[in-house]
Each structure stands twice: as structure tokens, then as C-alpha cells.
């Protein structure tokens, strides 16, 4: 895949941030946005986010919001934490998320502590909206755990699946050591050791973004 350009990372990573937050009375207003910034991306990222936004915009919101639930709540393999995949509920992870606050304090973002900074909608909107730079960073030193869940949502046939999809076609290709991280992951799954965190409340909802050229 060609260089994607700086609007077009935003587009794709705000779209996707959009479409994996909770299901709310704001989705169809959401959908028509995205819907409108489409032609602004090239096919291989368009395609995937336009097919999520067609599923959404198919579904009864009351069945999406229990579908959703089931999804990202109840299934360790689709959860959207990212520190999850590589270290569970182990004390690893709280040095972990320590670092993506860290990361966000470097911009001078600033997060709210109802919402745990791994989230993947919170990281692709700090990576769209204020630093892209170090949110692709992020994004690729998870990349093993992205790449599960993208599998994973795919095998469940998951409308998700698509904006997931995007979102790692934004990213280098695979190397060899970051396959076998994939393959460690998919079969073990994550680390078990309990240590008391409670970090699965869903963040509350972003800010409504606006779309590079696109409506407001």
C-alpha cells in the first residue's frame, strides 16, 4: 500500500474511533459523516470502513448495543484494551498503561479518569486529533494485539470487523517477529494473573471530530 497522507490517517483513524464506541442515539448522525468522508480515502481503507457503516446503519440500535456488549465485554480475545493482549490482568499492565498516559501527557493531553488510556477509540482520536505521530507509535507497539482482534472479529464475522480492518491498513506490514507474536497470542490468548484491576467500563463518548474538507 502507498504512503497514506496526513488528512486521510485522520479520516480513517477518527472514522474507526467513531464506529468502535458504544452505540449510541448520536450513530446515524455519526454514520452520515462518515459516510461523506469516504471519497477522500483510498479503496483499501475506504471499502472496509464503509462496509462496518453499512452493517451499523442496518441494525436495530437496542440489538446493536447488546450485540455490542457481547462482543467487546464478554470475549478476552475481542476486548478493545490493547495492554490486555500482551499482559491480562497481570501487574506488567499497569506499567503499561502508565505509558500511554505518559505518551498523551508529552502532547499535553490530558485524559479523563473515568477512561483507561489503551482503549483503542481513545488512542486512534488522540492519534487523529492531536498527535499522529506518537498515536501510530502506540498503535504499532500493539500492533500483535490489534492484528488478533482484527482476526478474531473476523472469524465472529463481527460487523466491527471492517473498521478494525482500516485501521491496521494504516500501518507498516508485518515483520517476521511481530507474526510470531500474533501466532504466541492467538494461541494462548492473554496472561490470567489477577491483580484486582478494573479497567472494562466503556470510556465515555469522544467529542464529535471533524472531518478534513468534510462536513461539520
Avoid at 91 to 102: C, D, N, P, S, T
Avoid at 142 to 165: F, I, K, N, T, Y
Wanted: charged share 20%; proline share 7%; net charge negative.
Amino acid at each position: 500500500m502507498k504512503t497514506v497522507a496526513a488528512d486521510q490517517l485522520t479520516i480513517t483513524w477518527q472514522a474507526a474511533s467513531l464506529l468502535l464506541d458504544y452505540p449510541d442515539q448520536e450513530l446515524a448522525r455519526h454514520l452520515d459523516v462518515i459516510r461523506a468522508a469516504l471519497p477522500a480515502l483510498p479503496r483499501v481503507l475506504a471499502e472496509p470502513l464503509a462496509d462496518t457503516v453499512a452493517q451499523l446503519a442496518s441494525g436495530n440500535l437496542s440489538d446493536l448495543q447488546t450485540q455490542y456488549v457481547d462482543t467487546f465485554d464478554n470475549r478476552r480475545r475481542h476486548t478493545l484494551y490493547l495492554t490486555y493482549f500482551a499482559h491480562g490482568d497481570t501487574r506488567r499492565r499497569g506499567v503499561a498503561l502508565l505509558r500511554f498516559k505518559q505518551t498523551y501527557l508529552r502532547s499535553g493531553f490530558v485524559l479523563d479518569e473515568s477512561e483507561l488510556p489503551d482503549h483503542l477509540c481513545v488512542v486512534l482520536e488522540y492519534a487523529a486529533t492531536v498527535d499522529q505521530h506518537l498515536g501510530r507509535r502506540l498503535l504499532i507497539d500493539h500492533r500483535a494485539g490489534l492484528e488478533l482482534l482484527r482476526l478474531a472479529l473476523a472469524d465472529a464475522e463481527s460487523p466491527w470487523h471492517g473498521a478494525v480492518q482500516a485501521v491496521t491498513a494504516t500501518l507498516p506490514p508485518l515483520a517476521g517477529d511481530e507474526r510470531q507474536a500474533i501466532a504466541r497470542l492467538a494461541a494462548e490468548g492473554p496472561p490470567q494473573e489477577e491483580v484486582g484491576l478494573t479497567p472494562y467500563a466503556t470510556p465515555t463518548s469522544l467529542p464529535m471530530p471533524t472531518f478534513p474538507g468534510g462536513p461539520r
